[in-house]
């Protein structure tokens, strides 16, 4: 459908697959589970093996960590706060470095991934972009590593579409990327209306939905 304007193919070497979150605690049983999440793995390795670039990111976040609700006395998984830095979404204990539920899932096979970008790793800051943390000030150092390897466009897929893969394609669009959101080929948390404003935010800031039959080799 799209893939006429694009005028790029996902073998482009300016062209990435980033891969958000494709982790054991975003998966059905996890701690922070997205439904049918662990369904996107088959469609993720095929997408993979389009790319020559490709980017996968964990969640991966210190025991305490600041978007955890057992980290605020009296508070529950799901209710928002106040941080210093703005309103935060605590979430249940989710991705602690080095447990099984911070895991890639073992299916995930995109061997030819060049880098495995583990973010959210500040106890004092969430970062659910995989470009820019919570505070909106500290770089993960995604954008200079793609720019200064050629890349001006990037696809996104995975979990969630409502938080990490939303926030991580916004910021992509806002470093200067071109941006595409795979739909089919992510799955929402949608917490009070979240993929609404999700696709919204997206549709306002110039990230293009596509499907993964848009993509061909
Ligand atoms: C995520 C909530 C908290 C995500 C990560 O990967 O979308 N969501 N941490
Ligand atoms: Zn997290």
Request: glycine share 8%; charged share 15%.
């Amino acid at each position: 459908m799209m893939t006429h304007f694009l005028n790029l193919f996902p073998s482009d070497p300016r062209c990435a697959l980033l891969v958000i979150d494709m982790q054991y605690d975003f998966m059905p049983g996890g701690a922070l589970a997205v439904a049918e999440g662990d369904a996107l793995v088959p469609l993720i390795n095929r997408l993979g093996a389009l790319f020559r670039n490709v980017v996968i990111t964990q969640d991966w976040h210190p025991a305490g960590h600041i978007s955890f609700a057992a980290s605020h006395a009296g508070r529950a998984p799901f209710d928002s706060i106040t941080l210093p830095y703005g309103p935060q979404t605590l979430w249940p204990e989710h991705c602690v470095q080095g447990t099984h539920g911070a895991a890639l899932h073992a299916d995930l096979a995109i061997d030819h991934a060049q880098l495995v970008l583990r973010k959210g790793c500040n106890a004092g800051i969430d970062s659910y972009s995989a470009f820019v943390e919570a505070d909106r000030i500290t770089q993960t150092g995604l954008a200079g590593y793609l720019k200064e390897r050629g890349i001006d466009s990037v696809f996104v897929v995975g979990l969630a579409l409502d938080f990490c893969v939303a926030w991580s394609a916004l910021d992509a669009r806002a470093a200067g990327f071109n941006t595409w959101i795979v739909a089919d080929a992510c799955k929402a948390i949608d917490l009070n209306g979240s993929l609404d404003k999700a696709w919204k935010d997206l549709q306002a800031a110039g990230v293009v939905r596509i499907e993964s039959t848009d993509l061909s080799a």
